[in-house]
């Protein structure tokens, strides 16, 4: 395997909380030996199970970054059993900006997995978490939001695993035990990264894994702060890192994101009207929105339906549309 070629100040198997960067060497114009520097904590106290911690992947969703800042300062070695890696801002370059995707190169990290060590800036960052990160951990939390262009309820979610009964069944106790309002199962879609996502890095690597969206919007929900906060520390008593007493458990509910009938697309280009909000519950055949044209505003307004029933977990944000812009997604109760 080729190494990667990213440099840690940090000692992963030092005691103690250790703050600093990992340098990603990029030579340009205006720094010709400079290095990205991508904020890096590890918190260890002894042997045990270690978590991997992310947000930032994609640097348009922030709750998951406020939490892990928050979580970075305020968590002590004398307070763990075991190594917590935190990486709050893993796209660096994308976070810095607000931007889904880095202005370096256009890189979506999220669907750059495995990466490439070779490769472009964001593509060694990916290479960077999968090889030298995702190996070292038990259990991987990637802490995402709707981005700038969705919005979703606070939820946690876990990708399917068909290929393995036991890490399924260890993913729904996670799932439970990170106590979000909403949890749901996703399943590999079109478009949606499938390998090239930190989850799929995980299951490559035989590690447990969790996901979120925790609001979006471009916004920084404080519920969605809130979710995250709570949910990840129930994660760390759920591993044996945290004490038992640390967990603030809760109910969930728990939905089934299934195949393309779960989701409604643009049909064309406009202005998009939504006819429902997330958090309701709708059903086959009902409308879901309309796309008007101000240009002509005599045409007639395209009307797209429901696939099927559903609770509504997210919508797009911006109103401006073109045909093939994901309008809403549902989820259908599991009843875990
Ligand atoms: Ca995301």
Same mark, same amino acid.
């Given at each position: 395997?080729?190494?990667s070629?990213?440099?840690?100040?940090?000692?992963?198997?030092?005691?103690?909380?250790?703050?600093?960067?990992?340098?990603?060497?990029?030579?340009?114009?205006?720094? #010709?030996?400079?290095?990205?520097?991508?904020?890096?904590?590890?918190?260890?106290?002894?042997?045990?199970?270690?978590a991997?911690?992310?947000?930032?992947?994609?640097?348009?969703?922030?709750?998951?970054?406020?939490?892990?800042?928050?979580?970075?300062?305020?968590?002590?070695?004398?307070? *763990?059993?075991?190594?917590? *890696?935190?990486?709050?801002?893993?796209?660096?370059?994308?976070?810095?900006?607000?931007?889904?995707?880095?202005?370096?190169?256009?890189?979506?990290?999220?669907?750059?997995f495995?990466?490439d060590?070779?490769?472009?800036?964001?593509?060694?960052? #990916?290479?960077?978490? +999968?090889?030298?990160?995702?190996?070292?951990?038990?259990?991987?939390?990637?802490?995402?939001?709707?981005?700038?262009?969705?919005?979703?309820?606070?939820?946690?979610?876990?990708?399917?695993?068909?290929?393995?009964?036991?890490?399924?069944? +260890?993913?729904?106790?996670?799932?439970?035990?990170?106590?979000?309002?909403?949890?749901?199962? $996703?399943?590999?879609q079109p478009?949606?990264?499938?390998?090239? @996502?930190?989850?799929?890095?995980?299951?490559?690597?035989?590690?447990?894994?969790?996901?979120?969206?925790?609001?979006? $919007? $471009?916004?920084?929900? #404080?519920?969605?702060?809130?979710?995250?906060?709570?949910?990840?520390?129930?994660?760390?008593?759920?591993?044996? *890192?945290?004490?038992?007493? +640390?967990?603030?458990?809760?109910?969930?509910?728990?939905?089934?994101?299934?195949?393309?009938?779960?989701?409604?697309?643009?049909?064309?280009?406009?202005?998009?009207?939504?006819?429902?909000?997330?958090g309701?519950?709708?059903?086959?055949?009902?409308?879901?929105?309309?796309?008007?044209?101000?240009?002509?505003?005599? #045409?007639?307004?395209? @009307?797209?339906?429901?696939?099927?029933?559903?609770?509504?977990?997210?919508?797009?944000?911006?109103?401006?549309?073109?045909?093939?812009?994901?309008?809403?997604?549902?989820?259908?109760?599991?009843?875990?």
């Amino acid at each position: 395997m080729t190494k990667s070629a990213l440099v840690p100040e940090v000692d992963f198997d030092r005691d103690g909380a250790q703050y600093g960067f990992v340098r990603l060497f990029h030579s340009v114009h205006r720094s #010709a030996y400079g290095y990205i520097p991508i904020p890096i904590v590890v918190i260890r106290n002894g042997d045990g199970p270690t978590a991997l911690l992310i947000s930032g992947t994609h640097g348009d969703e922030y709750e998951g970054q406020v939490a892990l800042c928050n979580l970075a300062r305020s968590l002590k070695p004398e307070q *763990i059993t075991g190594r917590v *890696i935190i990486l709050p801002a893993s796209n660096l370059p994308a976070a810095a900006a607000g931007l889904r995707t880095s202005p370096i190169d256009d890189g979506n990290l999220n669907r750059l997995f495995p990466g490439d060590a070779q490769g472009n800036v964001t593509e060694q960052i #990916a290479y960077y978490i +999968e090889h030298e990160l995702v190996t070292r951990a038990d259990i991987v939390v990637d802490l995402h939001s709707g981005g700038s262009s969705l919005n979703y309820v606070p939820s946690v979610l876990m990708m399917q695993d068909d290929d393995n009964p036991a890490r399924q069944a +260890e993913l729904v106790a996670l799932l439970k035990a990170f106590a979000a309002p909403i949890s749901y199962v $996703g399943h590999a879609q079109p478009g949606q990264g499938g390998g090239r @996502t930190t989850a799929g890095a995980a299951y490559r690597h035989g590690k447990l894994a969790l996901g979120t969206e925790l609001g979006g $919007g $471009g916004m920084v929900s #404080a519920e969605g702060v809130r979710v995250a906060e709570r949910g990840v520390r129930n994660v760390l008593v759920h591993m044996g *890192i945290l004490p038992a007493s +640390e967990a603030k458990p809760g109910p969930t509910r728990v939905l089934d994101v299934g195949g393309p009938e779960y989701f409604v697309y643009a049909p064309g280009t406009g202005l998009f009207e939504p006819l429902v909000e997330p958090g309701e519950e709708v059903v086959a055949g009902q409308p879901a929105a309309r796309i008007h044209t101000p240009e002509t505003p005599w #045409a007639e307004a395209v @009307t797209v339906n429901f696939a099927r029933d559903g609770f509504v977990l997210c919508k797009r944000v911006p109103g401006r549309v073109v045909r093939g812009d994901c309008l809403f997604h549902l989820g259908t109760d599991l009843g875990w």
